[in-house]
């Protein structure tokens, strides 16, 4: 039998998190930044070592592919997929992590770091409370961890290993995937669908498990351009057009309870994301939110209304919108195939993983895969708190990831 290459998922987790993969969202390259290409690497080498017979690495973008090829040659069996991105957040630095791994939580506050007096307080990550008496990892409090979305690589190293390593065990094609910059929203720039193989495939890229997500925000991104006057300011009376105050106008003009501050579950909003200007010119970035594609929709009328009703004010061509949509709701193109979500609920039924459904604030390569032709949900992996200093990955959750991993190959080899 064909030995492990890591002594537990804890060990392969903490190698993957001690490479700085923090993508870049200003570059003009793919990937972003060179170390997810060492981690790409080293997951490549690594599938060829367990002795995946089919791995491939694109040679200009780095993503990998590889593909366990079906040991059922007597029965036509789905190829099913399971693709995880190597990128962290930029929200935060990835660079030298101090993971560690805290046993039996004892359910309060989590000292992170005592001299930089960093808590993770319980009072305001109550969710936390849940893992009381589980094992889990954290950091120093001065990065980010990388569960997100190290844990959803970690599972699916595991789940390939395993079936390595039981050959015996029946299954259809299991094709592999790991992308970079997912968190610049370029994570399927260069994905080769075709060259991947699977029918379906699940994004491994939730938080808690049983986190099983058929349905996303429609998203669009808007660069929102004022053209100011700029004269002295003594002399400024009926003369200056002050590009930032122009700006601050329009942005009130937008309904203000309408924002990710005030909104949760299915309600949609206008985020103003980032802000830069002078009285000459003004510049802001918002992103757009809803799960409705009439109401979608809808807000992008309103956001251009605003636009004009600035334009009408102070003269055309003052405010200027670029608009574009990012990606849609996946549950367009998963209706279609109930059985990638049915198979995926069968899978936790049996290892008695309570199916968590709920729409995804946000969005996922799974979003944009689902409408280039690869119906995609997302599972939940055990991590929680991204992108921050306070995030956390729960030890027994990922391991339960990689059994539903493995749950779900077997209920496709069923069929």
Known sequence: MKERQYASPTERFLKYVSVDTQSDPHAEVYPSTEGQRELLSLLRDELIKMGVPDVRQDEKYACVYAVIPSNMPEKTVTSIGFIAHTDTSDAISGKNVRARVIENFDGDDIVLNKEKNIVTRMSEFPEMKRLKGKNIIVTDGTTLLGADDKSGVTAIMEMAEYFCIHSEEKHGNICIAFTADEETGR?????????????????????????????????????????????????????????SG??????????????PEYTRGREGFYHLCEIRGSVEEAVAEYIIRDHDDD???????????????????????TL???????????????????????????AMEKLGIEAIEKPIRGGTDGARLSFLGLP????????????????????????????????????YASE
Not at 199 to 215: R, S
Not at 246 to 259: A, G, M, S, T, Y
């Open 187 to 243: 994570g399927t720039d260069h994905f080769d669908i075709q060259g991947f193989g699977a029918h379906f495939a699940y994004t491994v890229d939730g938080d808690m498990l049983g986190d099983l997500a058929g349905e996303n925000f429609n998203a669009a991104g808007a660069v929102v351009t004022v053209n100011g006057c700029s004269v002295h300011p003594g002399d400024a009376y009926g003369k200056m057009k002050n590009a």
């Open 246 to 259: 122009i700006l601050q106008e329009f942005d009130r003009l937008l309904p203000q309870k309408e924002r």
């Open 295 to 317: 109401t979608f929709e809808e807000r992008k009328r309103v956001f251009q209304a605003a636009a004009d009703e600035i334009n009408k004010k102070y003269g055309e061509g």
């Open 320 to 346: 200027i919108v670029n608009m574009e949509d990012s990606y849609y709701n996946m549950k367009r193109r998963l209706d279609p195939h109930p059985e990638v979500m049915d198979n995926a609920r069968k």
């Open 376 to 411: 995609c949900p997302n599972l939940g992996t055990g991590g929680g708190n991204f992108h921050g200093r306070h995030e956390f990955l729960c030890i027994d959750e990922m391991e339960q990831t990689i059994e539903l991993l493995k749950q779900i190959v077997r209920e």
